[in-house]
C-alpha cells in the first residue's frame, strides 16, 4: 500500500506564499493522476488542484492564477506552489493520488494565512 506524506504548511501572512510537498512511498509514475484537496473548519473537503501522469492540470476558480501544481516522478513527489495566499485559503491541505483499484489520502498539513 502507498503512502503519502504531505509537507510545507504553516502561518503566512495575506500576499504571501508557500510551497506545499507530498512524497510517495512508492513511484508515483504509475498513478492516473494525483491531487491537492482542502478542507476548511465545518466546510467538506474541495479539489484545489490536479495532475495527470501525463501533465495535464486543473484548478479550482478560486486558486487559478495564484497556485501552480507539478509532479517530479524522479523524486516521486508533487508540489503545490501557492501565491498570493489569501485568509480564505486556510484550510488543511490534502494529498490525493487516484491509480487502478487505488484512492490514497495523505494525513494533511495546515496552512494559516492571516491578514
Known amino acids: 500500500q502507498v503512502q503519502l506524506v504531505e509537507s510545507g504548511g504553516g502561518l503566512v501572512q495575506a500576499g504571501g506564499s508557500l510551497r506545499l510537498s507530498c512524497a510517495a512511498s512508492?513511484?508515483?509514475?504509475?498513478?492516473?493522476?494525483m491531487g491537492w484537496y482542502r478542507q476548511a473548519p465545518g466546510k467538506q473537503r474541495e479539489l484545489v488542484a490536479r495532475?495527470?501522469?501525463?501533465?495535464?492540470?486543473n484548478y479550482a476558480d478560486s486558486v487559478k492564477g495564484r497556485f501552480t501544481i507539478s509532479r517530479d516522478n524522479a523524486k516521486n513527489t508533487v508540489y503545490l506552489q501557492m501565491n498570493s495566499l489569501k485568509p480564505e485559503d486556510t484550510a488543511v491541505y490534502y494529498c490525493?493520488?487516484?491509480?487502478?483499484?487505488?484512492?490514497?489520502w495523505g494525513q494533511g498539513t495546515q496552512v494559516t494565512v492571516s491578514s
Open positions: 512508492r513511484s508515483i509514475f504509475s498513478f492516473n493522476d
Open positions: 490525493n493520488a487516484r491509480g487502478y483499484l487505488l484512492n490514497v
Open positions: 495532475i495527470t501522469s501525463g501533465g495535464s492540470t
